[in-house]
């Protein structure tokens, strides 16, 4: 009886242990936000799929501008200027970003928002990415994703994100 008490104190002590544990390793979670879900995810997983097809970009493609690029038919919600380059590059723009840092945050959160978006199917490529410059590819297919920084007509920074199908 004895051993039974002192048994039943023992896991008694460890949950009350676990529950200690587990609500301070909540605190910390909580205080880590999760990248939110994108609101352009939808049409970049369709401009992804489009760019490993045959007629790569073929589908969205609008009017012709100036040089090789052409407008697109799908924008992705929350970019500006989306346009085509030639018929294997689809890009975007932030929208115009005060400071270097400000869009190097921007950068970094886009890059999560894509990853999450992409459900673990897409990763990061450290050794083709550098300050200001990001690289993803999808752990199977020919597509790939650079975010990098750069300025708009109006001396701003943005993030521009470049999808493109990798010839093999």
Not at 4 to 13: F, K, N, T
Not at 60 to 71: C, K, L, T, Y
Not at 111 to 129: H, N, P
Request: overall charge negative; proline content about 4%; hydrophobic content about 40%.
């Amino acid at each position: 009886m004895i051993e039974s008490v002192a048994r039943m104190g023992m896991l008694i002590m460890r949950w009350i242990a676990g529950l200690v544990l587990a609500a301070s390793g909540a605190g910390a979670l909580a205080q880590e936000a999760p990248a939110q879900a994108a609101p352009y995810c939808a049409g970049l997983k369709q401009v992804a799929a489009l760019a490993s097809g045959r007629d790569r970009f073929a589908a969205i493609a609008g009017q012709p501008r100036e040089g090789n690029f052409s407008d697109t038919s799908l924008s992705l919600p929350g970019w500006s200027d989306c346009s085509l380059y030639g018929t294997g590059m689809y890009t975007c723009d932030s929208h115009g970003i005060k400071s270097a840092e400000e869009a190097e945050n921007a950068q970094a959160r886009t890059a999560d928002q894509i990853l999450s978006c992409f459900a673990g199917t897409w990763l990061e490529i450290k050794d083709r990415s550098s300050p200001g410059y990001v690289v993803l590819h999808p752990a199977r297919g020919t597509a790939s994703i650079t975010l990098g920084i750069d300025h708009n007509d109006n001396a701003e920074f943005v993030v521009r994100l470049t999808l493109f199908g990798r010839r093999n």
